[in-house]
């Protein structure tokens, strides 16, 4: 048996399909961000990043690589085990504390990822509720959806930010009977937002409980950087709130936020929480500082809003067919695999800019596009290069220009 075979195979399909990833190797470098070097078989390349989930820079802020630096030096590399079994150092149990009170919340638990807390947490929690049904968003992240899976209990998807749907299927499912709505505030590749208000109306009317992520809202919005639902006054309302401290905070890790019974129940029985080793207290030290500065610190936030909006009136300025979202993500849409590819290429090579091409299956066939995400570091020189960079990649592969966005749910 050729065993190698099934996986040339694999990738041959997958560039058959022009779907095969190639990652670009990156060195950041502090002080410099968003500016980079980017290593190649033929030597090194500066790079301007512009796809990058760091999206306020704290992934190079003083405070908090200096709470890692000092944390390493102090308490060593890894937490030595899992929370049970000696891995529940003291940064990781401080972290928890700031995280319950930024969201306002009896408790929280911290994982490996983001990916493992929706993966490990929507599945704990569905499990532990007799015959629950899951009311599952149409365009929930791979994590959520992995989560509903491992649940093994029945699922019902709504159709995205739909709540007349949603509220067929509550209807349909009567009151009675426990329910976990599972839906996201920002979704990453429209940058549209969920209609939290009216879902816990719902929630409330119909006896459900409320399961959300705010894994690309945590940092960036509300008075203190808790997400959209706090920026909304709806945060209360929320059972459980999902985050990340991979993206926004610029570390590793993810968490959820609730109530005692709910964060006591999860931690006693998700296999993803128990039988792995706990997150260094280098990162849970610095992550714990980057919650704390943008709990107290709006500037990041407001000048991120302000970059966001430049770079969106430049690039719709010149004609290129960006999405028109309420948040941070501005979706360049290219609308074929191949272009999109050779567009990006292109910026690279030739700009000297990145910005990974995304393609199915993270956004539907059809649907490729480039997803710009500006910082609070990318001044006005760089958005003004950016704008001037995509109209020559526009004219040379001959993408259409547009006079207004479209927006992709309605396609
Ligand atoms: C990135 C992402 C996650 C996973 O978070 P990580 O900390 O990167 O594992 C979860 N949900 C959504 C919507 C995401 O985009």
Redesign the pocket.
């Known amino acids: 048996m050729n065993y190698q075979r099934f996986f040339t195979d694999a990738i041959d399909a997958l560039k058959a399909e022009r779907r095969y990833r190639v990652f670009a190797d990156i060195e950041r470098v502090v002080g410099r961000f968003p500016h980079a070097i980017r290593h190649t078989p033929e030597g090194t390349r500066p790079v301007v990043i512009w796809c990058s989930n760091d999206y306020l820079g704290m992934g190079q802020n003083p405070a908090v690589i200096e709470a890692m630096a000092e944390t390493a030096r102090r308490m060593g590399a890894g937490a030595g085990g899992t929370r049970n079994i000696s891995g529940t150092h003291h940064p990781i149990v401080r972290l928890e504390q700031e995280l319950a009170d930024l969201h306002g919340k009896e408790a929280s638990l911290v994982f490996t990822?983001?990916?493992v807390s929706?993966a490990t947490g929507i599945s704990t929690i569905a499990r532990l509720i007799p015959d629950c049904l899951i009311l599952s968003d149409g365009l929930n992240?791979n994590?959520m959806i992995e989560g509903v899976r491992a649940a093994g209990r029945e699922k019902a998807i709504f159709r995205h930010n739909d709540v007349e749907h949603l509220e067929d299927l509550l209807r349909r499912a009567g009151r009675e009977r426990p329910k976990l709505i599972v839906f996201?505030s920002v979704y990453?590749m429209d940058g549209d937002i969920a209609p939290i208000g009216r879902i816990c109306d719902l929630a409330e009317r119909w006896g459900a409980m409320t399961y959300i992520?705010e894994?690309?809202a945590v940092g960036l919005y509300g008075p203190r950087g808790a997400g959209v639902a706090e920026r909304d006054g709806e945060m209360g309302r929320i059972d459980v709130i999902e985050g990340?401290l991979?993206?926004a905070f610029g570390c590793l890790g993810?968490y959820i936020a609730g109530s005692d019974a709910v964060i006591d129940a999860v931690r006693s029985h998700a296999a993803g929480f128990i039988f792995t080793t706990a997150l260094p207290p280098a990162v849970a030290a610095a992550a714990e500082a980057s919650v704390r500065h943008l709990k107290a610190s709006a500037a990041e936030r407001a000048r991120h809003q302000a970059q966001v909006a430049r770079t969106k009136a430049a690039l719709a300025g010149a004609g290129l067919p960006i999405l028109d979202t309420p948040t941070h993500i501005v979706p360049l849409m290219v609308r074929d695999p191949e272009l999109c590819k050779a567009a990006s290429d292109r910026l690279l090579e030739r700009h000297g800019l990145y910005i990974q091409p995304i393609n199915y299956p993270t956004v539907p066939r059809g649907t490729e596009r480039l997803r710009i995400t500006p910082t609070p570091f990318h001044d006005d020189a760089l958005i003004e290069g950016l704008t001037a960079a995509l109209v020559e990649v526009w004219s040379h592969l001959g993408l259409p220009f547009e006079a207004t966005a479209h927006s992709v749910a309605a396609e």
Do not use: A, I, Q
């Open positions: 990822s983001g990916y929706n992240h994590s996201e990453s992520d894994v690309h990340t991979g993206k993810g």
